[in-house]
């Protein structure tokens, strides 16, 4: 069983599943945050992925947006925590792998402009080639009080 209270619905049913079946070593799954306590503060780290077709559409946004919303959402994880941003490390699936267009330094363009306005830096990240654009930003961040 979860750590945390999970309603109804498809998605929870599954989180209850994974949780069931890696019992002890996963007490507290259900959030969409972790929170760590370390020293006097909590660390307070998420991971958000965007895939291109599912949560957005290269003919609907720049790739520049994308970006900027694919950061934005797992920045706000933090937030509903009560935490700041430290810093994301962000995995790029590109199609080729990125290196014929421009669209990876668009997308990381598009998450820079949120992790600056929010006072963070970009820690790092990977680039794998992908049939589809996929971005994965994993924030981290620290909340004295969550």
Request: hydrophobic residues 45%; contains cysteine.
């Amino acid at each position: 069983m979860t750590g945390i209270p999970l309603g109804p619905g498809r998605e929870f049913d599954l989180i209850r599943a994974i949780a069931s079946r890696l019992g002890t070593v996963a007490p507290a799954l259900g959030d969409d945050a972790a929170v760590i306590p370390i020293g006097g503060t909590n660390l307070v780290a998420t991971i958000d992925c965007s895939v291109e077709g599912v949560h957005f559409r290269t003919d609907w946004m720049s790739h520049r947006e994308i970006g900027w919303r694919a950061a934005a959402a797992a920045i706000s994880d933090l937030a509903a925590d009560g935490a700041g941003l430290t810093g994301v490390l962000v995995s790029l699936g590109l199609p080729g792998g990125g290196e014929e267009s421009n669209a990876g330094v668009e997308i990381m363009a598009g998450i820079g402009d949120v992790v600056q306005e929010m006072e963070g830096t970009v820690l790092g990240g990977d680039i794998v080639r992908s049939d589809r654009v996929i971005i994965d930003v994993c924030a981290l961040g620290t909340a004295d009080h969550p």
